[in-house]
T-cell receptor, first 113, second 109 residues
Framework: SQTIHQWPATLVQPVGSPLSLECTVEGTSNPNLYWYRQAAGRGLQLLFYSVGIGQISSEVPQNLSASRPQDRQFILSSKKLLLSDSGFYLC????????????FGPGTRLTVT | AQRVTQPEKLLSVFKGAPVELKCNYSYSGSPELFWYVQYSRQRLQLLLRHISRESIKGFTADLNKGETSFHLKKPFAQEEDSAMYYCALFSGGYNKLIFGAGTRLAVHP
């Protein structure tokens, strides 16, 4: 069966510090991968998605970047965090064919102080 | 533009009352729609999809293309239904889901 992991679960970082959040998927090959930010009252905002290694599409211009160094690894990064980067970050995967639904990880709660 | 609208941020009902969580969409093609649910301290998970016409945990949702709606309904709410509900539209051309802002359902005893 397929599983998706995210870490860390929670993170408190000062303004101006770098960020690296990791997401890995097990039990499937060549998944589509997604990063979302979940904000209260604003739902889920798609930040990045990837259909293959090294292929990243950005949805919203911002202080964040994403990378996919391996088939089942997706990383969300920032060189210098802003207060507005605080939020709950979700990673999701989807089969590359034959289905539409996405499967979500447990999320990372990021607080920028 | 592709968009999903959930007009209610909070829906508060008593146990046993009917529930309808509203969802409207804007999409030029044939839509693929979903309802996701997030219970307290649990990860976001798929509740149901319109193409399978299924009933999950007593919930149903019917696609109304004329009204561009995909409302989620349950005839008798239970306390364990309290959660955050998101309506989502699959954007095939961009291989992604577009989510509404979500509705928090609170079922009181």
């Amino acid at each position: 069966s397929q599983t998706i992991h995210q870490w860390p679960a929670t993170l408190v970082q000062p303004v101006g510090s770098p960020l690296s959040l990791e997401c890995t998927v097990e039990g499937t090959s060549n998944p589509n991968l997604y990063w979302y930010r979940q904000a209260a009252g604003r739902g889920l905002q798609l930040l990045f998605y990837s259909v293959g290694i090294g292929q990243i599409s950005s949805e919203v211009p911002q202080n964040l970047s994403a990378s996919r160094p391996q088939d089942r690894q997706f990383i969300l990064s920032s060189k210098k965090l802003l207060l507005s980067d605080s939020g709950f970050y979700l990673c999701a995967w989807k089969r590359p064919w034959g289905g539409f639904e996405q499967y979500f990880g447990p999320g990372t709660r990021l607080t920028v102080t | 533009a592709q968009r999903v609208t959930q007009p209610e941020k909070l829906l508060s009902v008593f146990k046993g009352a009917p529930v309808e969580l509203k969802c409207n969409y804007s999409y030029s093609g044939s839509p693929e729609l979903f309802w996701y649910v997030q219970y307290s301290r649990q990860r976001l998970q798929l509740l149901l999809r319109h193409i399978s016409r299924e009933s999950i945990k007593g919930f149903t949702a019917d696609l109304n293309k004329g009204e561009t709606s995909f409302h989620l309904k349950k005839p008798f709410a239970q306390e364990e239904d309290s959660a955050m509900y998101y309506c989502a539209l699959f954007s095939g051309g961009y291989n992604k889901l577009i989510f509404g802002a979500g509705t928090r359902l609170a079922v009181h005893p």
